[in-house]
């Protein structure tokens, strides 16, 4: 993202493979390796990064467009990360679906598949859904884009928090039944 301009310049090559950890760690493990010290606010998941020699604002702009995250460089040497809310905590309510498109399954041979897709979803202060990861649970590869695509469409009544639209991150599932 734009946001992160002002650390292009470093021109920092990141090696990084970490297991099972969570995103602020992830980001002060950034920091320790490309000189920056970074604020980390709002809902940290669990996630696996492994990075081998990409530059730093390809690693950034990677994790902002996986976890939905708003990165935005303070100066050359301060990073501040925003993440989505966690729904359910600390007072941050569920969005509500205002409009769901079903999956198309064009190709022949996705048509005949079923199962379920567990997908992590952001959605942002204006309904729309941002940043989509796959999550635990997913029965069949072939059947992720198709549930991506038509979960990228879904438009939500924003989740509230102290009576203002907030950003959060929720986790559903789309099922492909059997003809």
């Known amino acids: 993202p734009p946001e992160i301009a002002a650390l292009a310049g470093k021109d920092t090559k990141v090696t990084l493979s970490l297991e099972k950890t969570s995103l602020d760690r992830v980001f002060k493990a950034l920091g320790e390796q490309a ?19 990409r530059g730093l604002e390809d690693v950034l702009g990677d994790l902002h467009a996986l976890y939905g995250l708003l990165i935005r460089a303070q100066g050359p040497d301060r990073l501040d990360v925003r993440a989505p809310l966690a729904v359910g905590v600390a007072g941050v ?3 509500t ?16 598949l079923f199962g379920k897709v567990v997908l992590q979803v952001v959605v942002c202060e204006d309904g729309s859904v941002g940043a989509i ?23 939500f009544e924003p989740a509230q928090k102290d009576g203002k639209p907030v950003a959060v991150s ?6 492909f039944l059997p003809e």
């Open 133 to 155: 990861a796959v999550g635990p649970g997913t029965q069949e590869p072939k059947l992720i884009s198709p549930a991506q695509d038509a979960v990228r469409q879904w438009i």
């Open 170 to 175: 929720l986790t559903t599932s789309v099922e």
């Open 35 to 53: 000189g920056f010290k970074p604020t980390f606010r709002g809902y940290t998941p669990v996630v696996s990064v492994n990075f081998s020699g």
């Open 97 to 112: 679906i205002k409009r769901k498109k079903d999956p198309e399954l064009a190709d022949d041979r996705t048509q005949r």
């Open 93 to 95: 309510g569920r969005p």
